[in-house]
């Protein structure tokens, strides 16, 4: 659980990739795109521009480098040819990245073209939503605090909290130890120590946070089809606070 400053500086680098991976895909028109040539992008991007591979492709049977959840999709959209990324959609591109044998993992939605008001405010509090949790992150602190800050954040705000699905560990394997509930009480939970390196991805949804898994066996949505935002970044515990490991130029 516990990475060691080798090991942290390989991460880094992973990282550092797959913020390159966004900051590519800020540069793009999506509207028009299908989301399968939103996929193949990314692919030849991380494969053949970075060099690296796309972790998720050929994991728990996925064919696919990347999720892509629109509008009232939660988590594991699929990508599909004939899915057509229209103006005014949210969508969120869920992406990881291996190098030198570390693992990175982070997600962005993004507001595609003329944007509703309320998409957009929704998009923009699951974000803050996120940097409250990882605001919190420090040794001695405890994993309880980063799931409170955010759920008071989107409770505040009107929103909540899918519970289905939470943050990991990371490193070696996509999913270690430990869990990172999105939700939570002060002091409760695990305590976090110098070196654990983990995801924060907090999906906020406009209505209720009960969801439905598509038949499919994989896309999830919200049950009301009211609309889901989603963030990721993979972080560390330093000795001093919190280091993004995904952090982007711009700064988010």
């Not at 390989?10 to 996929?39: P, Y």
């Not at 480098?65 to 040819?81: A, E, K, R, T, Y």
């Not at 693992?103 to 003329?114: C, E, F, Q, R």
């Not at 999906?203 to 994989?218: H, I, K």
Request: net charge neutral.
């Amino acid at each position: 659980m516990v990475k060691s400053p080798d090991e942290l500086a390989l991460m880094r680098t992973s990282g550092k990739l797959l913020a390159s991976v966004f900051e590519m895909l800020d540069t793009q028109a999506l509207a028009g795109l299908s989301t399968m040539q939103v996929n193949d992008l990314v692919d030849r991007f991380i494969t053949v521009d970075l060099a690296a591979r796309p972790a998720s492709k050929g994991q728990y049977g996925i064919k696919y480098v990347l999720n892509c959840s629109i509008n009232h999709v939660v988590c594991h959209g699929v990508p599909d040819p004939d899915e057509i990324i229209r103006d005014g959609d949210i969508i969120n591109l869920d992406i990881t990245l291996e190098k030198h044998g570390f693992i990175a993992d982070s997600s962005k939605t993004y507001l595609v073209g003329h944007v509703p008001p309320a998409a957009r405010r929704l998009v923009r509090v699951t974000q803050e939503a996120m940097w409250q949790g990882i605001k919190q992150v420090r040794p001695g602190a405890h994993l309880g605090d980063i799931g409170f800050a955010i759920e008071r954040h989107a409770k505040k705000n009107g929103y909540s909290v899918v519970r289905e699905y939470c943050g990991h560990g990371i490193g070696r394997e996509m999913h270690e130890d430990p869990q990172v509930l999105h939700y939570g009480r002060p002091g409760a939970g695990l305590k976090l120590r110098e070196g654990m390196v983990f995801t924060i991805e907090p999906m906020l949804n406009q209505g209720t946070r009960m969801v439905s898994t598509e038949r499919d066996g994989w896309t999830v949505v919200t049950r009301d089809r009211k609309l889901s935002a989603q963030f990721e970044h993979t972080v560390a515990v330093t000795r001093d606070g919190v280091e993004v490991l995904t952090l982007r130029g711009d700064g988010t």
